[in-house]
Each structure stands twice: as C-alpha cells, then as structure tokens.
C-alpha cells in the first residue's frame, strides 16, 4: 500500500462546476496535510494546508479532514480553466517533518 | 524577496559521470528539502535538512547520491557514476521556521538527462 494514495485521473469537469479531488494516507499518526498545485513543466505551489478535522475554506478552495477515515480532499467550487494542472496530496509523517506526496491527480476544466 | 533558486536548469550527462546540483533557500528558512520527479509521476522524497540537526537521508535510492548543507544555507545533490534512471527533474523546497514551517516554497528544478 502506498503511504500517499490519489486517483490518477484525469479528471475531467466543465467550467462552473465543482472539482473533487480525494487521498487517502496509510500513518495514522499523520500530523499535517497539504494540497499542492503543478501546472505542467512547473514546480508545485501550496494552495491549501490543513491540520484538523473538518473543513477549512480558502475562496475558491474548501479542503476537508477526517483523520478516523485517514481521509482528505480538496473541493474547487466554480472551477475555471486556468484550474486545470496536476494537484498534489501531501503529508506530514508522525515525526512531523518528512512531508510525503501522492502522485497526484490530473484536472481538466473545460471551457 | 526571492525564492528557492537551483541550478543549473538542465544538466545533460554521459552515463558514468559524476554531477552535481545546487539549491539556495529563501533567506531565513531553516528546512530544506530535497525530490525527484521522474517524467508523469510525483515527487519522491530524498532528503531532508532542518538546521544543524542530522540530516533525514532516509529517501536517497542508493549510496551513489549524497547531499550536503552548508552554513545552514545552500545546498549540494551530488550523484556519482550516474545511470540513465537518475534522469528526472530534481526539486529543491525549503521552508521557514516557527509555525509554517511545514510549508514548502519550491525552486524551479533541475532536469537531469543521463544518456
């Protein structure tokens, strides 16, 4: 089993709607979670971080948590075009350091 | 200010050679972190500086990689006698201290061709 796990997609939404990307993490004792963006030849960027159950919003961005269900996801509401790259499940190991990363999931947002 | 900056950009190679590969954090960041990223994949975890403690060299895939931090700032990826499946792009992220310190600022990378 993976310790990072993301479908690989693509997933594919028309413009408008609403974008739902899901990872699931093997340690338990997982501290911190993060989603990154990767356009295509780029580098990744922080979009969002979460730490506690629930949810947290950022404008567009709603991330969610459930550490009983070893569980996040990212929800990208009104999902535009320029949306569309690869988004990066990231975790934090029980030390809280090592960061390890899903190998992510391809989003396609259709004009 | 500025961010991570590695070079170089590319790095093509023959098979065999030695290379090496420089990160320079953001000024004040404590962490720093080195992937790889091969074509279509996600990053994999090589290894991880924080400070002057030890280092996590718990990724690096074979003793022919090594790294090094010096002054608690830049830092050096080194492969020895490298094989065409070292090709891939090679991401340095580094990362302040205090609360954040678990987010990431990426480099643009460096893409390494072993042929």
């Known amino acids: 089993q993976k310790e990072v796990e993301q479908n690989s997609g693509p997933l594919s939404v028309p413009e408008g709607a609403i974008a739902s990307l899901n990872c699931t993490y093997s340690d338990r004792g997982s501290q911190s979670f993060f989603w990154y963006r990767q356009y295509s030849g780029k580098s990744p960027e922080l979009i969002m971080f979460?730490?506690?159950?629930g949810d947290k919003e950022d404008g567009r961005f709603t991330a969610q948590l459930n550490k009983a269900s070893q569980y996040v996801s990212l929800l990208i509401r009104d999902s535009q075009p320029s949306d569309s790259a690869t988004y990066l499940c990231a975790v934090t190991n029980t030390g809280g350091f090592k960061t390890i990363f899903g190998a992510g999931t391809r989003l396609f947002v259709k004009a | 200010g500025a961010g991570v900056s590695q070079s170089p950009s590319n790095k093509v190679t023959e098979k065999g050679k030695d290379v090496e590969l420089r990160c320079d954090p953001i000024s004040g960041h404590t962490a720093l972190y080195w992937y790889r990223q091969s074509l279509g994949q996600g990053l994999e975890f090589l290894i991880y500086?924080?400070?002057?403690?030890?280092?996590?060299k718990s990724g690096l895939p074979s003793d022919r990689f090594s790294a090094e931090r010096t002054g608690g700032s830049v830092s050096t990826l080194t492969i020895q006698r490298t094989q065409q499946e070292d090709s891939a792009v090679y991401l340095c992220a580094s990362a302040p201290p205090g609360a954040r310190r678990e987010t990431q600022y990426f480099g643009p990378g460096t893409r390494l061709l072993v042929l």
């Open positions: 979460i730490y506690s159950n």
């Open positions: 500086f924080q400070g002057n403690s030890a280092p996590d």
